[in-house]
């Protein structure tokens, strides 16, 4: 949120790209990493605590709020035109892209 608050405040032309999957995943893969690298534990898959985000984070509307340019894109085809637009806009901007969260 600082980072956006910044952006905005200083009008730097930057455009964050969220890939928003619904949980912390590279977080569980890298603890999956160290408990099979580090600890050897053979089959290192568990279940983590507060890493599925049950109530996905609006990211989109979060940046609407401090007043940011910005679009919450579901498809792939959306993509582009989305990044153009933002791009065009020649202020800061948000793109939340809605990814898949499995592993």
């Not at 912390?24 to 605590?49: A, C």
Request: net charge negative; with cysteine; charged share 20%.
């Amino acid at each position: 949120m600082q980072a956006l608050w910044t952006a905005k405040n200083e009008n730097i032309a930057v455009v964050y790209v969220i890939c928003s999957n619904a949980m912390f995943r590279i977080l569980k893969q890298n603890m999956d990493t160290y408990k099979r690298d580090i600890l050897h534990v053979d089959e290192p898959g568990s279940r983590y605590l507060y890493m599925d985000l049950d109530t996905p984070i609006n990211f989109s509307g979060l940046a609407e709020v401090i007043g940011l340019h910005s679009e919450r894109i579901t498809e792939p085809e959306e993509i582009a035109p989305a990044m153009a637009r933002a791009l065009a806009s020649c202020e800061p901007a948000v793109l939340d892209i809605v990814i898949d969260g499995s592993l």
